[in-house]
């Protein structure tokens, strides 16, 4: 597999400086690059020897693979310290690691489609755009809650919305962290909803890009994770995990495994 091994010595003269140039760029900006919210404190050195490899974790983690170069055994470790993150009992979640926020919210939505077919999908204003996209490539209903001005879903639009479509389950799409504002959406009062207007059915999946990887850590956080109630929820490894390469954690309840 690895009998002819590229080295830099191979790469043609005009290759190798437009290599060594966008390495200079990449320098100068990472100093003075500002407003995304990414953590840039790491070393992966240690890891540098395996990038040699065609790893490939193709399948499901849990299980054995045909493809011997994988590194399910590690991957179902991150997704135990996210079972523990995000407050679910031990044993009680499945996942994997995505290649970022937007696959995590497109695994959780595809769940909750499949769990609750014709079901309506409910996101507020300030949801990520990647949610409409994921709408349409699912081929979702859905209709857009308004926010309040600090970026939190409105519950009171929901509940009026929700009032009107009692009769198709609904599918909530919270927000944990909204990109620009770092907005929680109401977990506890999205059950609430459910409760009051005895909805059994329903569905909430977490976009937890931004804020899966800040409030394990917060002091008293508002309700937002397994332990408040959600089905499935979608990490980003974009910001504060700090990975320089495509990565997230998709979890969803065991039960809602399909
Ligand atoms: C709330 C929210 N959801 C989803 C995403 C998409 O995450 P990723 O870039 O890891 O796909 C982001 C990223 O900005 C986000 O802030």
Same mark, same amino acid.
């Not at 437009?18 to 890891?47: A, H, I, M």
């Not at 309506?120 to 755009?129: E, G, I, K, P, R």
């Not at 009032?163 to 506890?188: E, L, Q, S």
């Given at each position: 597999?690895? @009998? *002819?091994?590229? @080295?830099?010595?191979? +790469?043609?003269?005009?290759?190798? *400086?437009?290599?060594?140039?966008?390495?200079?760029? !990449? *320098?100068?900006?990472?100093?003075?690059?500002?407003? &995304?919210?990414?953590?840039?404190?790491?070393?992966?050195?240690?890891?540098?020897?395996?990038?040699?490899?065609?790893?490939?974790?193709?399948?499901?983690? &849990?299980?054995?693979?045909? &493809?011997?170069?994988? $590194?399910?055994?590690? #991957?179902? #470790?991150?997704?135990?310290?996210?079972?523990?993150?995000?407050?679910?009992?031990?044993?009680? $979640?499945?996942? &994997? !690691? $995505?290649?970022?926020?937007?696959?995590?919210? %497109?695994?959780?939505?595809?769940?909750?489609?499949?769990?609750?077919?014709?079901?309506?999908?409910?996101? @507020?204003?300030?949801?990520?755009? @990647?949610?409409?996209?994921?709408?349409?490539?699912?081929?979702? /209903?859905?209709?857009?809650?308004?926010? %309040?001005?600090?970026?939190?879903?409105?519950?009171?639009? +929901?509940?009026?919305? +929700?009032?009107?479509?009692?009769?198709?389950?609904?599918?909530?799409?919270?927000?944990?962290?909204?990109?620009?504002?770092?907005? !929680?959406?109401?977990?506890?009062?999205? *059950?609430?909803?459910?409760?009051?207007?005895?909805?059994? /059915?329903?569905?909430? %999946? =977490?976009? =937890?890009?931004?804020?899966?990887?800040?409030?394990?850590?917060?002091?008293?956080?508002?309700?937002?994770?397994?332990? =408040?109630?959600?089905?499935?929820?979608?990490?980003?490894?974009?910001?504060?995990?700090?990975?320089?390469?495509?990565?997230?954690?998709? +979890?969803?309840?065991? =039960?809602?495994?399909?």
């Amino acid at each position: 597999m690895r @009998s *002819q091994k590229l @080295s830099e010595q191979d +790469l043609s003269t005009p290759d190798r *400086q437009k290599l060594d140039r966008f390495y200079e760029e !990449v *320098q100068v900006e990472s100093k003075r690059f500002l407003g &995304y919210p990414c953590n840039g404190l790491f070393d992966y050195s240690p890891l540098f020897r395996f990038l040699q490899y065609p790893l490939n974790n193709v399948g499901d983690p &849990y299980l054995p693979s045909n &493809y011997h170069l994988n $590194t399910h055994a590690f #991957e179902c #470790e991150v997704l135990e310290i996210f079972q523990t993150l995000t407050e679910a009992p031990a044993g009680s $979640t499945w996942g &994997y !690691v $995505t290649n970022g926020g937007t696959e995590g919210n %497109h695994y959780g939505l595809f769940l909750a489609r499949e769990l609750l077919p014709g079901g309506m999908v409910y996101y @507020s204003q300030d949801a990520h755009y @990647s949610i409409d996209k994921i709408l349409r490539c699912l081929n979702l /209903r859905s209709i857009m809650i308004r926010s %309040h001005p600090d970026g939190r879903m409105d519950l009171e639009d +929901l509940r009026e919305t +929700l009032r009107i479509h009692r009769d198709v389950p609904p599918i909530v799409c919270a927000t944990i962290g909204t990109t620009m504002k770092g907005a !929680v959406d109401d977990i506890a009062g999205i *059950q609430d909803i459910f409760r009051d207007l005895a909805i059994h /059915r329903h569905y909430i %999946h =977490a976009d =937890a890009a931004l804020g899966g990887m800040m409030l394990p850590f917060v002091d008293n956080p508002p309700p937002w994770n397994f332990k =408040a109630g959600i089905d499935s929820i979608s990490i980003s490894g974009h910001k504060m995990v700090g990975s320089p390469i495509p990565c997230g954690v998709g +979890l969803a309840k065991r =039960a809602m495994w399909i």
